[in-house]
Structures are given as structure tokens and as C-alpha cells.
């Protein structure tokens, strides 16, 4: 659902999911195998793509989709 309302790359899609589960960058890029630094590109990419201001802005926007969990 994100990637066809906003536009998200997968990387970025399945981010969201994380940080809507409550994990912070360092565990979702853990969970992910990736590194911190890719996980933060992807989230600039998302606040982009989504038109949030930051991580706050994004999770109540998520709050407001169904099933973003």
C-alpha cells in the first residue's frame, strides 16, 4: 500500500512498517542488514516522497493508514 500511495521503494515501504512497530533507526537497520547511514538515506527519502517534516509528522500520517504494522 505505501509504495503505490506514496511512491516508496521497498527499502523504504518496509522502513515505514519499522518505525511504525516503534523500532528505532539503529534496530531497523539491524533487523534489515543494512547500514545506519542507508537507513537514514532511506528515511530522508520517505519525509521527501510523503511530504512529512520529520519522524513525528511521518508516524501520525502512518497512524492515520490501516494496516501499517
Do not use: W, Y
Not at 6 to 35: I, M, Y
Not at 41 to 57: P, Y
Amino acid at each position: 500500500m505505501l509504495p503505490q500511495l506514496f511512491g516508496l521503494s521497498p527499502a523504504q515501504a518496509a522502513l515505514c512498517v519499522q518505525l511504525a512497530r516503534g523500532l528505532t533507526f539503529e534496530a531497523a537497520a539491524d533487523e534489515r542488514g543494512v547500514a545506519l547511514s542507508t537507513a537514514r538515506t532511506h528515511f530522508l527519502g520517505i519525509l521527501q516522497k510523503t511530504g512529512a517534516a520529520n519522524l513525528r509528522d511521518l508516524l501520525r500520517l502512518l497512524g492515520t493508514l490501516p494496516q501499517v504494522r
